[in-house]
């Protein structure tokens, strides 16, 4: 269980995920909060770093902790790798998994912008395709790739939700209409997918319910993606995650 402090910073920069897993039963959203909490962890290393060469050293530390949780050996003291090593193999969620999500998240340190949209949507599947792939595992269902494609999908959406932000760096080879455009693509291709899914598979995939809302509002006329930010309420969201789960589908 994550101590209140992380918990609290976890739901400032990754709310829609919590407040998906929030329907899960209490020992799945443990498990799903460990998880996310773990993904924080890479995915904040290049904000905390001036220099790649640091940031490849933290995310060699947590490549030597994978190593440790897989091979059986003593596992480091840290809130989220002590806790993780028991989950991941619990859950039988395979090595090379995790391996590829850390992998994505260092893609982070490249200041070199994305040659086109295949490439983006690459990384959108590796990052939070993976992630959502692990967490259908840690509710006990095996993901296929509707899975991967959900959250392919929700990638893609928050580079064209930062697109203003990263305009002039990894995104600056892109158009965000095509972005935009493949966000719902993907979206759409895993809806029909993850109707097969079981119920309890859905606390892990349900936010990808918000994709339309957000792309609506991505590529309303009024809206510049170079100077404007989208957002919607906390109340709609949960309304929409709540409807996701309770139809089985987003």
Same mark, same amino acid.
């Given at each position: 269980?994550?101590?209140?402090?992380?918990?609290?910073?976890?739901?400032?920069?990754?709310?829609?995920?919590?407040?998906?897993?929030?329907?899960?039963?209490?020992?799945?959203?443990?498990?799903?909060?460990?998880?996310?909490?773990?993904?924080?962890?890479?995915?904040?290393?290049?904000?905390?770093?001036?220099?790649?060469?640091?940031?490849?050293?933290?995310?060699?530390?947590?490549?030597?902790?994978?190593?440790?949780?897989?091979?059986?050996? @003593?596992?480091?003291?840290?809130? @989220?790798?002590?806790?993780?090593?028991?989950?991941?193999?619990?859950?039988?969620?395979?090595?090379?998994?995790?391996?590829?999500?850390?992998?994505?998240?260092?893609?982070?340190?490249?200041?070199?912008?994305?040659?086109?949209?295949?490439?983006?949507?690459?990384?959108?599947?590796?990052?939070?395709?993976?992630?959502?792939?692990?967490?259908?595992?840690?509710?006990?269902?095996?993901?296929?790739?509707?899975?991967?494609?959900?959250?392919?999908?929700?990638?893609?959406?928050?580079?064209?939700?930062?697109?203003?932000?990263?305009?002039?760096?990894?995104?600056?080879?892109?158009?965000?209409?095509?972005?935009?455009?493949?966000?719902?693509?993907?979206?759409?291709?895993?809806?029909?997918?993850?109707?097969?899914?079981?119920?309890?598979?859905?606390?892990?995939?349900?936010?990808?319910?918000?994709?339309?809302?957000?792309?609506?509002?991505?590529?309303?006329?009024?809206?510049?993606?170079?100077?404007?930010?989208?957002?919607?309420?906390?109340?709609?969201?949960?309304?929409?995650?709540?409807?996701?789960?309770?139809?089985?589908?987003?």
């Amino acid at each position: 269980m994550l101590s209140e402090p992380t918990l609290t910073q976890l739901k400032s920069v990754d709310p829609d995920r919590l407040r998906a897993a929030v329907f899960a039963d209490k020992m799945g959203r443990e498990r799903l909060q460990l998880l996310y909490a773990f993904h924080y962890e890479l995915a904040k290393v290049p904000e905390l770093v001036s220099e790649p060469i640091v940031g490849q050293i933290r995310y060699q530390w947590w490549r030597d902790a994978v190593t440790e949780i897989y091979e059986g050996k @003593i596992v480091r003291k840290h809130e @989220i790798a002590t806790p993780l090593a028991g989950v991941l193999k619990n859950y039988d969620v395979p090595r090379f998994w995790v391996d590829r999500l850390i992998d994505g998240r260092e893609r982070d340190l490249d200041p070199q912008p994305f040659a086109n949209l295949d490439e983006a949507k690459d990384y959108c599947r590796q990052t939070s395709g993976v992630l959502m792939q692990i967490a259908v595992k840690l509710l006990g269902i095996e993901p296929d790739d509707a899975v991967l494609a959900a959250g392919e999908a929700w990638g893609l959406t928050g580079l064209a939700r930062a697109y203003g932000h990263y305009q002039k760096g990894m995104l600056s080879e892109l158009d965000f209409k095509a972005l935009c455009c493949a966000a719902q693509d993907s979206r759409n291709m895993a809806a029909k997918g993850l109707k097969a899914l079981p119920s309890t598979a859905f606390p892990a995939v349900a936010y990808t319910a918000l994709v339309p809302k957000f792309i609506a509002r991505l590529t309303h006329s009024k809206h510049d993606p170079a100077t404007m930010s989208v957002s919607y309420g906390p109340l709609l969201k949960q309304l929409h995650l709540m409807g996701a789960v309770m139809r089985g589908r987003v």
